[in-house]
């Protein structure tokens, strides 16, 4: 979403003001263009003659030059007369442990201040659209009261059916893991404010979902939040920003089409206004519920026996430069471990098995093909020497949606005894089953103006071209019943599905080693990746950190782990945006229905970026 600046607090109170829970889940970046993905930070145009001229002001953006402070990921230049004076000082120790971090300059304006430094004109209620989204502007280029008041939830809530030409010739399109990467050059710092950044009244910024973490959507109250969600997640899929197989892709189409088809139908009113308490009620009894009934694995009436799951799949352990097929086994998954042995009857005879296998910590990825009945699952399990691909193979879709769910779980460290694996198979089966194409669509192709362009990424367009509509309204029969909120819940669960979803990327050099690699971020881990293809090499989990600390003066960054600490410097943004996506996911992990919900700003800053 693109927003104008009319007024510098902070996008918290953008978010109170428009309906959205959960700001902290919001930040704010600046709009790139496509040169800035062919380039790493350091070398983006202007940026050394920038450095040289920092230099030549004694190691400091001075109040007059426009010079760019080295002390934050802003990568244009910085006009403002009272830019950053080093909010993340060189400090006494080479390495500060977050989140003890250099001390905060006095004249950096905290994220708190006071809101209303800008000027609001009231004028006549209409705006114009633009670049898919909604200007706040009326003809006479001034605000109303009434959107100053959150009128434009409404507007929000819901989004246009086509994007304007213009903003369309602005989309970024990356190709490579490489350009991926640098995207995330363009997150402004948190703890600075935007004006110490250059931005002024009237710049345009983009407001976007920074960290893929979303806590307890619901349709009653987030129906802003919820269009967001989905908007971003529309966006990515169509740039090409997250990769998907064809069946996803159409899935995905056949969901916008229910969008775009129930936005114009009326919808029932949900009133949140008397139904808080009801609901906070509601969902501890069904919480209670299904974690006294916990997960129907074993028909044995004995509450003391530990679940198991077991049957013969396929397995396969790959090495390079060797033809090996799938191997039948009989598979065991107990606690955290799979267990595999040549045949049941060895299982029973208590026999040496032929592999076993530590779950925790593995990197878990779907290998489905529903039109060739593929229904695989990948593992990188941790050693000594990286990770080590395995693969296993399931017969039909139930039995990969049980095995699926008991691996996903068993990575993050929880057994089959978890309340949550029945409802981890049932979002695998609705996964697959909505990818499933009709024999005829339920509506005719010639009734719809389908633009295949808004529907589907462009390497899909080549290689389908003229049956794609047919193929999206065949797909459409899966989902034609759901109604506009569930449609939109359905592509934000499918799309958090994906193998890629909400991992950020950053192209990194690690201390001893002079190649370039790269960094993936998520919610729950940190992975160093192979630049040309995205293998994983290593995965550390957040549960083992024991802190992350940056050396502010050679940009230097150092997580440290249980089982070993790792060195890196950033190439395709400034080292503090990793910083603010490691704090910011150890905050987010913090939410829960117990804790008090307010919004803990002070704790954020302190996790995220810089001061005390």
């Avoid at 990746?529 to 290593?538: A, F, P, S, V, W």
């Amino acid at each position: 979403m693109l927003i104008w600046i009319l007024d510098l607090g902070p996008c918290k109170s953008w978010a109170c003001n428009h309906g959205v829970r959960y700001p902290e889940e919001l930040s704010l970046c600046k709009p790139l263009e496509p040169n800035h993905l062919k380039y790493n930070l350091k070398d983006l145009p202007g940026n050394k003659k920038r450095q040289q001229q920092h230099q030549n002001h004694g190691g400091r953006g001075g109040p007059n030059n426009g010079v760019s402070p080295p002390d934050t990921n802003t990568f244009i230049p910085n006009h403002s007369p009272s830019g950053s004076t080093g909010s993340l000082e060189q400090s006494p120790q080479p390495f500060m442990c977050a989140p003890v971090t250099p001390t905060r300059h006095q004249t950096s304006t905290p994220i708190s201040s006071p809101v209303g430094s800008g000027t609001w004109k009231k004028n006549n209620q209409s705006y114009g659209e633009m670049n898919g989204s909604y200007s706040p502007y009326n003809v006479n280029n001034s605000l109303t009261l009434e959107m100053l008041n959150g009128s434009l939830d409404s507007s929000l809530a819901n989004s246009p059916s086509q994007p304007s030409p213009e903003a369309r010739n602005k989309l970024l399109r990356p190709r490579t893991l490489v350009e991926r990467a640098r995207i995330n050059v363009a997150w402004l710092d948190s703890s600075l404010s935007i004006m110490e950044q250059g931005v002024r009244e009237y710049d345009t910024l983009c407001l976007r979902f920074k960290f893929y973490s979303f806590y307890d959507l619901n349709p009653k109250y987030d129906s802003v939040r919820i269009n967001q969600i989905y908007e971003q997640a529309k966006w990515q899929l169509l740039n090409e920003e997250i990769d998907c197989t064809e069946e996803e892709m159409l899935m995905f189409a056949a969901l916008q089409v229910q969008v775009t088809l129930q936005a114009g139908v009326p919808q029932p009113i949900m009133d949140s206004s008397n139904t808080i308490v009801e609901d906070d009620i509601d969902a501890a009894l069904t919480d209670l519920q299904v974690t006294l009934e916990g997960s129907h694995i074993s028909s044995s009436s004995d509450i003391m026996q530990i679940p198991e799951l077991f049957d013969y799949l396929r397995f396969i352990k790959p090495k390079r430069f060797t033809l090996k097929a799938f191997k039948r086994y009989w598979f065991t998954c107990r606690d955290l471990h799979l267990t595999l042995y040549k045949t049941r009857e060895e299982a029973t005879q208590g026999a040496e098995p032929a592999h076993h296998i530590n779950l925790r910590g593995c990197e878990v990825t779907p290998d489905v093909n529903i039109a060739q009945s593929k229904y695989g699952i990948k593992l990188e399990v941790p050693s000594a020497e990286g990770m080590t691909e395995m693969m296993i193979r399931c017969d039909t879709e139930e039995q990969y949606a049980k095995w699926m769910a008991a691996c996903r779980l068993a990575a993050k460290g929880r057994s089959l005894a978890d309340s949550s694996y029945e409802t981890e198979v049932k979002s695998i089966v609705a996964f697959l089953q909505m990818q499933h194409p009709a024999l005829t669509p339920a509506i005719s192709p010639s009734s719809l103006n389908i633009n295949p362009d808004d529907y589907v990424a462009p390497r899909f367009l080549r290689k389908l071209k003229g049956k794609l509509v047919q193929r999206i309204l065949e797909a459409h029969t899966n989902v034609k019943d759901l109604p506009l909120v569930d449609a939109k819940l359905s592509y934000i669960k499918a799309w958090q599905s994906l193998p890629e979803y909400g991992i950020s990327l950053f192209i990194v050099k690690f201390m001893g080693h002079k190649k370039e690699e790269l960094l993936g971020v998520a919610f729950n881990r940190l992975m160093r990746m192979d630049i040309n293809t995205g293998d994983h090499i290593k995965t550390w989990r957040y549960n083992t950190m024991k802190a992350w600390n940056v050396n502010w003066e050679v940009k230097h960054m150092m997580v440290q782990f249980e089982e070993a600490n790792i060195i890196f410097s950033c190439l395709s943004a400034d080292c503090k945006v990793i910083h603010e996506f490691i704090g910011g996911y150890i905050f987010l992990s913090m939410r829960s229905k117990e804790a008090n919900q307010t919004l803990n700003e002070e704790l954020f800053h302190k996790l995220t970026g810089g001061w005390s």
